[in-house]
């Protein structure tokens, strides 16, 4: 699924993990690594200088790759394992203000800086010209409940591209990823019934198992492979679970990947105790490499329900998602008739647009590319923080998770950086269970200019008291 | 609150009603009606002319007006009386294909005809200059759930030439008037309750009670006062009524307008009963004579919800409605949060710009003739229909109710008339009970070229078998 280069970043990177080469010592030569790894110079170079820009080694001239950072720094945080029974979601009043300043996923709040990229000024020419397509009196009718049939044609082929055959006719457009979110949970569970989530996870769905008054079940899962198959497998010995939502594509908040072999014995588990499964494919577009394949392409029985949107790959602002609800496609269609009625069709026209003449594609490439090197200096910074603290890699989406040592409390952090104007995004918002006080989400959706980085110079203090 | 030629005109039609002037008769003499009524020539010469477009009288050169039309045919339909209990709600599958399509409240399915009016191409114009107003990454923050503030201010605004008070950061921006129903039944429901609604109503709310799995009490309403309050009041007496959702302006299906003295009788009821009244005041905009206060205004326990949109008064593709939701108004916004995040800022930032620069008070003003004048020719159209019917005279809204002799059955027909490329809204969709099924609701919100004419022309033959 990488490219060979990916391969040997991946390996050189678990060499440092594992101190095979220590603080200071010299790697293998270029030509050692192309003999034992098999790759071409090239490739050893690319691979090389990706971990320089990550600050993790050093090119000296003549004298090869010499380790500049502690290796232990660039451990992954670690599996919490404990599985708890189910229970009715209290979220905390402060989490709503957390969730709300940190969908942004900014350090600073409402900074509104930089120019508008390329591909939004695009998107804006596109939105400005369907609406001037527009004729008669087609302001008067209401879209369709399933959504711009342009639209979701270009869905379609969007899909078609990541090799998953999906129909337009099997989309529905939606307000977004939330509102996907909403519609499936609707669709498929009653007020009581049981959910089982990864842990730490995405806020957004455990408000929602809130307000829908449904039970959670946490299941762990690692920032490196997702959500843990086996504690799940054992949860459903348990508990009576409804439904399961997982993101297999750089999950919230540690950009976790899920292997091809766990989606296989999550499709299997959920035949077995007629689960439905709700995927958050929210972040697939971001991938740094190949775009990973939906776990519903994997899915036989119909029961993996796909919940999308642009917020992250392109604008926050359209509010525009999609959803493909398998079993529960007509459900989902009559729940977003008689909820919101429809979807504004100029907004699905334009962005229909953008997508056919290739500048959303366009937009990816230079996002994707951009998101990667705001990754490589986010992960370069937090190197230098003092004491022992583990950061994921992710290799997709718009954040690391990071643990730091267990004294520290990114819930009472807080407030304290938000006074002086830095939004953190602490761990305890990623569960309900309490747990992860020592950890936070550090996103790198942004670039990382003079204030940001500023902000960013700020938390080892507000979080560790250095 | 009429102009004189109005209220003119209305004594005329009630003088025709009730037989005053028979069919073949001549009228009181324009100079006897100046004495006898106390109005210039040129007013009672406006009014006759209004009657004469209707059908109703007809000029006869040195004669005078003489009556044309069999009064009775413009009797208002009558209110059914019983109430039963509460019951669950089960939309019949066909409901939904007929909600869908009488949604965009055309004869035609798609028609798409005629130019693009001015108010239109305005919000277009300021929709286009929001978009080329964005900043830097603008797009990559959500809004505040709330909604935009230039948004609500502009609302506040509007509200407070109409003699309501509200603040900004007592609304809400929602996706549409469907989905600020869906919220506040959300907030102040929990599933099996008791919900009363008007009989025949709004059939988007009684899918929105189902899909929520609350009961309905259906509270008979008739075409020119609205909800029966003293039917309400014996309701309350027997169940344990939650909520109550009523349009005091304009109701569906017959534009009727809640008189002041039912409104306090309501209000009061609410306080007795703890009841939580949602108000869709979604056609109040649209008021032939000045635009109705809400009942919210009257509210002194911030327990009315009044819920409302730009789809009926502007545009079906903004997609944009706005709430005030009372003592629930924070869980409110905590739903819009979970469910969808937030609303597109450009949009809200363009249509306040819209609102401001008074294109939307141009707008209404050319709106408010335009539908007038098509109210008219529908009502004259109806009145050359055989046999007995009765018909609803709205001072507003977007639609007349017909009641059919007994034997008529309005939603046999539909499926008939879907074949000849008609849509009609057979009055059964308007009610869970059966009832209504010799009525049908005709909208007036398109205007009447020869295709509309000819589908008009159809109903008699598809109806009465005529």
Redesign the interface.
């Known amino acids: 699924m990488d490219y060979r280069y990916q391969q040997l970043e991946s390996w050189l990177l678990q060499g440092l993990r594992e101190q095979r080469w220590r603080l200071g010592e010299r790697l293998p030569s270029i030509r050692t690594l192309c003999q034992t790894q098999g790759v071409s110079k090239a490739t050893v170079q690319h691979a090389l200088q990706r971990l320089e820009a990550q600050g993790l080694v050093e090119a000296r001239p003549k004298a090869g790759y010499f380790v500049t950072l502690q290796p232990k720094m660039i451990r992954a945080p670690r599996n919490r394992a404990q599985v708890e029974a189910p229970r009715p979601v209290t979220v905390n009043e402060l989490f709503?203000d957390v969730?709300?300043r940190s969908?942004?996923?900014?350090l600073l709040p409402?900074?509104?800086?930089?120019?508008?990229?390329p591909g939004?000024v695009a998107l804006?020419r596109a939105?400005?010209r369907a609406?001037?397509r527009?004729?008669?009196?087609?302001?008067?009718?209401?879209?369709?409940?399933a959504g711009d049939p342009a639209l979701r044609e270009q869905l379609s082929l969007h899909a078609a591209r990541r090799g998953w055959t999906v129909l337009p006719e099997q989309l529905c457009i939606t307000?977004?990823c939330?509102?996907a979110l909403?519609l499936a949970l609707?669709a498929c569970c009653r007020?009581g019934d049981i959910v089982a989530v990864e842990s730490p996870g995405f806020y957004?769905v455990l408000?929602?198992l809130?307000?829908l008054e449904l039970q959670v079940v946490e299941v762990p899962s690692s920032s490196e492979q997702g959500m843990d198959i086996g504690a799940l497998e054992a949860a459903l010995g348990r508990w009576d679970i409804k439904a399961c939502v997982v993101s297999p594509a750089f999950a919230t908040p540690g950009g976790a990947l899920m292997p091809e072999g766990a989606r296989k014995r999550l499709l299997a588990l959920a035949d077995q105790h007629d689960l439905a499964i709700i995927e958050d494919d929210i972040y697939a577009d971001i991938a740094f490499g190949q775009v990973p394949d939906p776990l519903k392409a994997l899915d036989r029985s119909d029961r993996v329900i796909l919940c999308s949107s642009f917020?992250k790959s392109?604008?926050?602002?359209?509010?525009l998602g999609w959803i493909a609800g398998a079993r529960w496609h007509q459900k989902i269609l009559?729940?977003k008739?008689?909820?919101?009625?429809?979807?504004?069709?100029?907004?699905q026209q334009g962005i229909a647009e953008f997508m056919q003449d290739g500048s959303y594609a366009a937009h990816l490439r230079r996002q994707r590319n951009a998101l990667r090197t705001q990754r490589d200096r986010l992960v370069a910074s937090l190197h230098a923080w003092p004491g022992e603290i583990r950061v994921s890699t992710p290799q997709g989406g718009l954040a690391v998770w990071l643990e730091l040592p267990e004294s520290v409390d990114s819930l009472a952090a807080y407030p304290a950086a938000l006074q002086q104007g830095v939004v953190i995004t602490p761990g305890p918002l990623f569960s309900v269970s309490g747990q992860f006080r020592n950890c936070l989400r550090i996103s790198y959706?942004?670039p990382w200019d003079d204030r940001r980085i500023t902000a960013l110079g700020q938390l080892p203090g507000l979080l560790l008291g250095h």
């Open positions: 709503l969730m709300r969908a942004a996923f900014d409402d900074l509104h800086a930089g120019e508008v990229p939004i804006n939105l400005g609406l001037r527009q004729k008669g009196d087609d302001h008067q009718y209401y879209d369709a409940p307000s977004g939330q509102h909403f609707m007020r957004g408000q929602l809130e307000q917020s392109l604008s926050r602002d359209l509010r009559h729940l008739l008689v909820t919101q009625l429809a979807s504004s069709r100029y907004q959706a942004h």
